[in-house]
């Protein structure tokens, strides 16, 4: 299997070397892919040295499938020039989520709708994948009505520059913001851009992804997106209202019986997800899943994934695994 990593030396496209090779994917030969700046940097993966290519030079190696984490405009330009020569890909940025011809998938939910016609296949932003991996069975056995979430996010989810960032306030230098203040001992109500509506894209993308990868335009939606000083992955407090009352023990048995859920939740020994034991990981950890008494058929619980893994690079690969096994590549 010829796979191109688009943005191979961003955050995410290091990380999706890193899995590529854990996962022990089929890979004949690996195309590095990166922008005019890194052309001809070498990348080593499993041993072997290659050399960093332009967008239409991958094309012309023919890849078979081609993993995008190069942001927006890059992959609105060069995406359907990949899919047209053939080539399948998996982009992690927001431009072809919510576009109706385009499937949205996170395996464990809707893997199953994929075709060999799916050419350009959408990853979900990782503050939405985290979130429905505990959502979806939740929702098959009791139907969601209304979600209230708060995230709590990694500087790992904006980029090198505010990894940069902390580690120069913690140094004590003056460097270039990836913030409009600083993020050390703060945290950032602003994730993203701000829309009309007095929400950022991040808060939307979790309403209208989730709507989108739930198949379920009566779920209502509603968030607050903050950054934190922290690298391990995001954190989530949900309050979730079903349609149909739960038995919290028969919620724990759902979750703990799910693909890619841990549940840690044992506060008697202090037992919850937290970013520092979720990095490095790819599952999702659920925790603190308690009744909320102020109102029927409603839960609160806490979730936490390591946002570069299971909210991207892992993702990505678990969707190319399943082209493969499904023989749709
Ligand atoms: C963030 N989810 O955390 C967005 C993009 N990775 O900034």
């Given amino acids: 299997m010829k796979v191109a990593v688009v943005g191979a030396t961003g ?156 580690e120069n306030e913690l140094a004590g230098i003056k460097g270039e913001m990836a913030y409009p203040y600083p993020i050390h001992q703060n945290a950032i109500p602003h994730c993203d851009v701000f829309e009309e509506n007095g929400y950022t894209k991040e808060e939307m993308k979790l309403v209208r992804e989730t709507q989108k990868i739930l198949d379920d335009r009566t779920i209502a939606v509603t968030a607050t997106a903050v950054r934190i000083p922290t690298s391990g992955g995001h954190s989530e407090s949900v309050n979730v209202e079903f349609e149909n009352d739960f038995d919290i023990s028969e919620v724990k048995q759902l979750l703990n019986a799910s693909d890619g859920i841990v549940v840690q939740d044992n506060i008697d020994v202090n037992t919850y997800p937290m970013p520092i034991y979720a990095n490095g990981k790819d599952d999702v950890f659920v925790g603190r899943i308690r009744r909320d008494g102020s109102q029927p058929n409603t839960l609160n619980m806490w979730i936490v994934s390591d946002n570069l893994r299971k909210g991207a690079a892992t993702n990505t690969i678990q969707i190319a695994e399943y082209l493969l096994e499904s023989k749709l590549l």
Wanted: aromatic share 6%.
């Fill in 11 to 166: 955050l995410v496209g290091e990380v999706m070397l890193k899995v590529l090779a854990e996962r022990n994917f089929p890979v004949s030969e690996l195309i590095p892919v990166a922008s005019e700046r890194s052309i001809g940097k070498l990348i080593t993966y499993k041993g072997k040295d290659y050399k960093v290519v332009g967008m239409q030079d991958a094309i012309n190696l023919k890849p078979n499938i081609a993993l995008f984490s190069a942001g927006g405009g890059t992959s609105l330009e060069w995406a359907p020039k990949f899919a047209e020569a053939g080539i399948t890909v998996i982009d992690n940025s927001s431009a072809w989520r919510m576009d109706q011809s385009k499937q949205l998938v996170v395996p464990e939910i809707n893997a199953h709708h994929l075709t060999s016609e799916d050419k350009i296949i959408a990853n979900p932003n990782c503050s939405t994948i985290q979130m429905v991996v505990a959502l979806a069975p939740l929702h098959k056995k009791y139907k969601i009505k209304r979600i209230v979430v708060s995230t709590y996010q990694s500087i790992t989810g904006t980029g090198v520059k505010a990894v940069k960032q902390l």
